[in-house]
């Protein structure tokens, strides 16, 4: 009982910042879309996405303005990675790599935190 409740916190806590596309008034995911929301869940939200407010992460946030929003280089990044990140080209297919790029560009980039 105590492993179900600490995992429904954890999905909790996930969950709001990988569904930062859908915002009120931001159009529906098409499946390509979805695909790539799912497929970025599943494989990249332990090194780019937040697991809990304040916490660091490894990798920078994601989102259509990231490696500047060029789709090559997106896929580049994603096939063969970085120093720091694992290629992903033997796990993932073409059209699941486009379908990452598909969802990156419906998320909008992070806002900076205001200076004082």
Do not use: W
Request: with cysteine.
């Amino acid at each position: 009982m105590r492993t179900l409740i600490i995992l429904s916190f954890i999905v909790g806590v996930l969950a709001p910042g990988v569904a930062g596309a859908q915002q009120a008034g931001a159009p529906a995911l098409d499946e390509q879309q979805t695909q790539g929301r799912r497929l970025l869940n599943q494989h990249c939200a332990i090194c780019h996405l937040k697991p809990q407010l304040g916490a660091a992460t490894f990798g920078p946030a994601l989102s259509k303005e990231t490696l500047g929003g060029q789709e090559a280089v997106l896929r580049e990044v994603i096939g063969n990675g970085l120093p720091r990140m694992p290629g992903f080209k033997h796990e993932f297919k073409a059209e699941q790599i486009g379908a990452i790029i598909a969802y990156l560009k419906t998320v909008p980039a992070p806002v900076a935190p205001a200076k004082p």
